[in-house]
């Protein structure tokens, strides 16, 4: 038999890194070639990754919620011996190691040279020699962990600790860390215990197999503060508390707790950096209009009502959408990025609609592809697919990249507007304000009607001040006589 090790993929052309959100597989597991073996978390994005080939797990190289270097050894498969041909001659990856080389010093083996296997949509990249810390042995393949006394490791434990499936991960420093028999439970409940000062061998577990579950740490840190408690060790409450990632749910704050420390990392890490980055590369303005959407709300309704477009999402932001789209083909110029290593315009013949939309795990920005080509219907069911999407965290890295302009709908949280931060390589992002029924001069007379505001803000290295606000006055135009998307298409 022998090892093939498996590297952790760029998968979103050009990212560095990836957190691993769950492992589907444990040590012992039979694996073929296509079979999802993992969901990392991307820059943006929830991505579940294949094993590239045949073989029985031999190890997990990490646990889930550590962020993991693109190029690193993840997981490593037991082959047949027409296997890979990563492992090198006389490699013994393969061979049972003595018992006692748990506490001893890790020993190093050779990774072959070659190409990292190619995933659909990943492309290629060639891993240079390395040479990396050998498993530690002791772990039962059936990824159970055998009775026996703790081992006290000879070096430090790494911060992320090793999972209860008996295998054995490597830390930081290049040892692997040995596996020692400990309490049952999952990655954030071990978290949890360790911001409430709570030490879980002295938690009674109440769930299932002998699983300490977080309200047994909940009940272990009620009980070490009552009078009449042991007080063993006995710390105070922290001051604060570190949560998860947005994609976790947050452990209960304790009371004495002032403050709240999160984390930045995936999405909200990446989201920070580009808006700083845009912030202060590309020259923002922001110009505002408010106008009457009253027609454009009727339209509204009576397109729902449309037997063509049954089963279709009919919405204000479609028309919006379909509005940008039709200000796009009267100022093409405003579609356009800034290229500043050539020191050129890019002007856009297409046109990628990014939507700004919500998600468990922050903010992204995936956009329609050549939306300027589709039909109101075709640019509905984009927007459909698209939220849902978001919404379930599958959005892919290559459904936000190429954009060329983003609405982003900041009414529906009941605000006027907002002045928007341009999406990187983007010239322009349109915020849209809640629609509010407000006292307006209607041919002459004060009627109440359908208003919003609107705020483009745009690069103005590429668009003058009298190019974003014909834009702006176009987009208007179209609400407020939606007839025009006819006229001016």
Same mark, same amino acid.
Request: some cysteine; hydrophobic content about 45%; aromatic content about 4%.
């Given at each position: 038999?022998?090892?093939?090790? %498996?590297?952790?993929?760029?998968?979103?052309?050009?990212?560095?890194?990836?957190? !691993?959100?769950?492992?589907?597989? /444990?040590?012992?597991?039979?694996?073929?070639? $296509? /079979?999802?073996?993992?969901?990392?978390?991307?820059?943006?994005?929830?991505?579940?990754?294949? @094993?590239? %080939?045949? $073989?029985?797990?031999?190890?997990?190289? %990490?646990?889930?919620?550590?962020?993991?270097?693109?190029?690193?050894?993840?997981?490593?498969?037991? &082959? +047949?011996?027409? =296997?890979?041909? #990563?492992?090198?001659?006389?490699?013994?990856?393969?061979?049972?190691?003595?018992?006692?080389?748990?506490?001893?010093?890790?020993?190093?083996?050779?990774?072959? #040279? $070659?190409?990292?296997?190619?995933?659909? =949509?990943?492309?290629?990249?060639?891993?240079?020699?390395?040479?990396?810390?050998?498993?530690?042995?002791?772990?039962?393949?059936? =990824?159970?962990?055998?009775?026996?006394?703790?081992?006290?490791?000879? /070096?430090?434990?790494?911060?992320?600790?090793?999972?209860?499936? +008996?295998?054995?991960?490597?830390?930081?420093?290049?040892?692997?860390?040995?596996?020692?028999?400990?309490?049952?439970?999952?990655?954030?409940?071990?978290?949890?215990?360790?911001?409430?000062?709570?030490?879980?061998?002295?938690?009674?577990? &109440?769930?299932?197999?002998?699983?300490?579950?977080?309200?047994?740490?909940? *009940?272990?840190?009620?009980?070490?503060?009552?009078?009449?408690?042991?007080?063993?060790?006995?710390?105070?409450?922290?001051?604060?508390?570190?949560?998860?990632?947005?994609?976790?749910?947050?452990?209960?704050?304790?009371?004495?707790?002032?403050?709240?420390?999160?984390?930045?990392?995936?999405?909200?890490?990446?989201?920070? /950096?580009?808006?700083?980055?845009?912030?202060?590369?590309?020259?923002?303005? &922001?110009?505002?209009?408010?106008?009457?959407?009253?027609?454009?709300?009727?339209?509204?309704?009576?397109?729902?009502?449309?037997?063509?477009?049954?089963?279709?999402?009919?919405?204000?932001?479609?028309?919006?959408?379909?509005?940008?789209?039709?200000?796009?083909?009267?100022?093409?110029?405003?579609?356009?990025?800034?290229?500043?290593?050539?020191?050129? !315009?890019?002007?856009?013949?297409?046109?990628?609609?990014? !939507?700004?939309?919500?998600?468990?795990? =922050?903010?992204?920005?995936?956009? @329609?592809?050549?939306?300027?080509?589709?039909?109101? *219907?075709?640019?509905?069911?984009?927007?459909?697919?698209?939220?849902?999407?978001?919404?379930?965290?599958?959005?892919?890295?290559?459904?936000?990249?190429?954009?060329?302009?983003?609405?982003?709908?900041? +009414?529906?949280?009941?605000?006027?507007?907002?002045?928007?931060?341009?999406?990187?390589?983007?010239?322009?992002?349109?915020?849209?304000?809640? !629609?509010?029924?407000?006292?307006?001069?209607?041919?002459?007379?004060?009627?109440?009607?359908?208003?919003?505001?609107?705020?483009?803000?745009?690069?103005?290295?590429?668009?003058?001040?009298?190019? +974003?606000?014909? %834009?702006?006055?176009?987009?208007?135009?179209?609400?407020?006589?939606?007839?025009?998307?006819?006229?001016?298409?």
């Amino acid at each position: 038999m022998t090892i093939r090790e %498996f590297k952790m993929p760029d998968v979103g052309e050009g990212l560095t890194e990836a957190e !691993i959100l769950k492992w589907y597989v /444990q040590p012992g597991d039979t694996v073929t070639d $296509g /079979q999802v073996v993992c969901e990392v978390e991307t820059a943006k994005a929830a991505v579940e990754l294949p @094993i590239p %080939f045949d $073989g029985v797990v031999h190890a997990l190289l %990490f646990e889930e919620g550590v962020t993991v270097d693109v190029g690193q050894v993840i997981i490593s498969v037991e &082959t +047949g011996p027409a =296997g890979g041909d #990563e492992a090198p001659a006389g490699s013994e990856a393969a061979a049972p190691a003595a018992p006692a080389a748990a506490a001893a010093p890790a020993e190093e083996e050779p990774v072959a #040279e $070659g190409r990292q296997p190619v995933l659909v =949509g990943y492309g290629v990249s060639t891993a240079s020699t390395k040479r990396r810390p050998r498993k530690a042995p002791a772990a039962a393949q059936n =990824g159970t962990a055998p009775a026996a006394p703790a081992v006290v490791p000879a /070096q430090p434990a790494p911060a992320a600790a090793a999972p209860q499936n +008996g295998t054995a991960y490597a830390n930081g420093n290049g040892t692997a860390q040995p596996t020692a028999e400990r309490p049952l439970a999952k990655p954030p409940v071990r978290k949890l215990a360790k911001d409430l000062g709570i030490d879980l061998a002295a938690v009674v577990p &109440t769930g299932d197999g002998g699983v300490v579950t977080r309200e047994d740490v909940h *009940a272990a840190a009620a009980a070490a503060i009552t009078p009449q408690a042991p007080a063993p060790a006995a710390a105070p409450a922290p001051v604060a508390a570190v949560v998860p990632a947005p994609a976790e749910t947050a452990p209960a704050v304790p009371a004495t707790a002032r403050e709240t420390r999160i984390p930045v990392k995936g999405v909200r890490k990446v989201t920070a /950096q580009a808006m700083v980055n845009s912030a202060f590369t590309a020259p923002h303005v &922001t110009e505002f209009i408010t106008l009457d959407v009253t027609r454009t709300m009727k339209l509204v309704q009576e397109l729902k009502e449309d037997p063509d477009l049954a089963g279709l999402r009919i919405n204000p932001l479609l028309l919006i959408a379909k509005a940008v789209l039709v200000a796009v083909r009267r100022n093409p110029e405003v579609n356009a990025s800034w290229d500043e290593a050539a020191q050129e !315009i890019v002007l856009k013949h297409y046109v990628n609609l990014g !939507i700004a939309a919500a998600t468990p795990r =922050g903010l992204i920005v995936p956009n @329609i592809k050549d939306a300027h080509a589709k039909t109101l *219907a075709e640019l509905s069911t984009g927007l459909s697919d698209l939220v849902a999407t978001a919404r379930d965290g599958k959005t892919s890295p290559a459904d936000m990249q190429n954009g060329t302009l983003t609405i982003t709908n900041v +009414g529906v949280f009941g605000v006027d507007t907002g002045t928007p931060i341009l999406n990187p390589g983007e010239s322009a992002i349109l915020a849209v304000g809640a !629609i509010k029924l407000q006292p307006w001069v209607h041919k002459g007379k004060v009627k109440p009607r359908q208003v919003t505001t609107l705020a483009l803000s745009f690069d103005h290295r590429l668009i003058d001040g009298e190019l +974003g606000s014909r %834009f702006l006055a176009d987009i208007a135009a179209v609400l407020e006589h939606p007839r025009r998307l006819v006229t001016w298409s």
